[in-house]
């Protein structure tokens, strides 16, 4: 080697550092490659993500033949620059190799190839398993020995050599994952994506109707006023009552009205006939098992109740599905008139109002982690009913209270802060 040519020695150095960089860009593409991609790849046959795949199973020895590899090629590297120094300045030509090869190395096998394969991992990774799938065959004697010795070593130190890496993703880390798609997913898809994974954090006593105002049937009234209130009714599924909402008898469907009628009169004989089974839901249950439920059950009404059995209001199957693709009508604030926009940028809004439906509709951030209503929500935050029309600031949000009724605040001027 010593009676080498020059030319021959820079060509090996070059070859030599070439390879360095090819180990090094391999390792960083490799360990960057995203795996929920590959996974999709490999399903689709994907001949370099089958190869990366099969790669990363034993990630140890992945490291190990990268490492080795690598190692190797540096050292041979430092033996050729060292006599190539030698051969032009002589005995002090061995610091000049040392300091030379050293920024060599750094730029061109370390952190360029590196820099493009965090940027470009599978671009990197999948033609390299091209030729790390063979070379771990070749020096697999090797890199089992190289792992024998660091397992035995890490398992001294207290760690699980043996310990596969989760690669499940909690639903908090998948709500990342969808907000971070960008442009890969439509904006609309990810809405109801997001949507569908807040249903576990959302509760039935979060979207029903509330008792006071069910419309509903009391089977205490005389015929005259039931009638008007089928013919009037906006609802597909009534709730029909004794006395009080408490005393549910059973639900009725608006397809048998014309079965309950006789001579243009009620035949409340008929309309017990044709009553369904009232379906009762626990107030705390989650939006997503409740939509379970109502598919098995196949009943897309039920009766919310409280832990006593007292009625709390309607959950409707619809309600859960405008919770993730949002309303069946219009803008909710002009559905329901309860939110009316004023000339100076504030809102007028009804005090029964829930809190989220009020979010929802203009986009603001009002906590929900208490009471439902902004009413419930403002006479949190006083701990006392109002002798008067106060104003109040909750997390910045500034509340007028416009009308009291009793204990409900009717009425009130909210405005977000610029």
Do not use: C
């Amino acid at each position: 080697m010593n009676e080498a040519p020059l030319g021959l020695l820079f060509s090996i150095l070059a070859a030599l550092i070439f390879v360095s960089g090819f180990f090094s860009g391999s390792e960083t593409g490799m360990m960057a490659l995203n795996r929920y991609r590959l996974k999709h790849l490999q399903k689709q046959n994907h001949r370099g993500s089958l190869r990366a795949g099969k790669l990363l199973e034993r990630p140890d020895r992945l490291i190990g033949l990268i490492l080795i590899g690598n190692n190797l090629v540096n050292v041979f590297a430092s033996v050729i620059a060292t006599i190539i120094a030698i051969r032009i300045w002589g005995d002090s030509g061995i610091y000049a190799a040392g300091i030379i090869l050293t920024l060599v190395i750094l730029v061109f096998s370390e952190v360029t190839p590196k820099t493009v394969a965090a940027l470009y991992p599978e671009k990197v990774a999948f033609p390299s398993s091209m030729i790390l799938l063979p070379l771990m065959k070749v020096m697999y004697p090797a890199v089992a020995l190289v792992n024998y010795v660091t397992n035995g070593l890490i398992r001294i130190l207290g760690f699980q050599t043996d310990r596969i890496a989760d690669e499940h993703v909690s639903s908090d880390e998948l709500r990342t994952i969808v907000t971070d798609a960008g442009a890969l997913l439509p904006q609309r898809h990810r809405e109801l994506l997001l949507n569908i994974l807040d249903l576990e954090q959302i509760t039935v006593d979060d979207i029903m109707v509330p008792r006071n105002e069910v419309y509903g049937i009391d089977l205490d009234d005389n015929d005259a006023e039931i009638l008007n209130r089928i013919r009037t009714s906006a609802h597909t599924r009534l709730p029909v009552w004794r006395e009080d909402i408490n005393n549910i008898q059973g639900v009725l469907h608006m397809r048998a009205a014309s079965r309950i009628l006789k001579d243009e009169g009620l035949d409340r004989g008929a309309l017990q006939r044709e009553m369904e089974t009232p379906y009762f839901v626990p107030e705390s249950t989650p939006l997503h098992t409740q939509l379970l439920n109502f598919q098995q059950k196949k009943m897309p009404l039920g009766v919310v109740v409280d832990e006593y059995g007292e009625v709390l209001g309607l959950a409707a199957l619809e309600d859960i599905l405008e919770e993730i693709v949002g309303e069946f009508t219009s803008n909710f604030a002009e559905r329901t008139q309860s939110i009316i926009l004023q000339r100076d940028g504030s809102y007028v809004i009804d005090g029964t109002e829930n809190v989220r439906e009020i979010n929802k509709s203009l986009g603001w951030s009002l906590p929900t982690n208490g009471p439902r209503t902004l009413s419930g929500l403002i006479l949190e935050h006083l701990e006392s009913f109002p002798d008067a029309l106060v104003a109040l600031s909750i997390e910045d949000y500034r509340l007028e209270i416009l009308a009291l009724e009793g204990n409900v605040v009717q009425s009130v001027r909210a405005q977000r802060p610029d």
